[in-house]
């Protein structure tokens, strides 16, 4: 593999730099495929690198030393509700925007806050084609799953989905990837149990209340049967004000759901 790097790096880009070329992106993305033995035997010859600074990483590890600390985890001190951060907050403190907002979900948990280092991998992963990130930032949420316990009783992992069209535009959904390495690092399974039926306009520069007027019957649950009396984990890239993720849960729960959580990478 080095030799190869070192006889194209063209294809390969420059490590240390964060810019993964495509033949990069193909290996990455070839070896988030498999699991077990297979995923051992594939790191012993195609090691896998750090997604923020390219360089190559130790078996177990998300994210080099150097490019974690420059990762701004949330601790405990944040909305109980929402995940997001506050210097000042117990655990078990609410935000005073979660205050007036009443969710379909019983709360939100995201690994990190915003900054420019996550700003750009969740970029990557949604709109540069780099599916391969899902599998670190996948693996860095399932330790704050188990973390926080969410996975006990759940009957699976579903994830929030594009519209048909988006999704064959980007040619994947970014929510299901990271749902996938949730399901295997819990033995659970992904459950595609919503379906998006109205392509709505991009949300990015909304207020909460133009997003839960937009969203509105936005989806649809493909299976009612499967929904009903179970426990369920939702699961998205980035965390806003919730608008999407209020209204999954909210079809969810009109399905017979007993409970909804979210799960997201970051928090905007």
Known sequence: MRFVEKKFPFVFGD???GRLWPGRTFFQTFKSGFQGWAEVLLDLFLPDECPVCGGTLERGQNFCRE???????????????CSQPFPGMEPGDVCASCKETRFNFRRNVS???????TFGLIHRLKYNGEGWLARPLGKALAKIVEREGLNEGCAGFVPVPLHPVRERERGYNQADLIAKELGKSFKLPVCRLLRRVIATPKQTVLTRAQRKKNLKNAFVVQNDKKVSGKRW???????TTGSTLDECARMLRLAGAEDVNAITVCHA
């Open 111 to 117: 690994c990190f806050s915003r900054n420019e280092v």
């Open 15 to 17: 490590k240390g730099s």
């Open 67 to 81: 490019c974690e600390a420059e990762l701004p985890q949330i601790g405990d001190r944040r909305c109980a509700i």
């Open 233 to 239: 984990i939702l699961v998205d890239d980035v965390f």
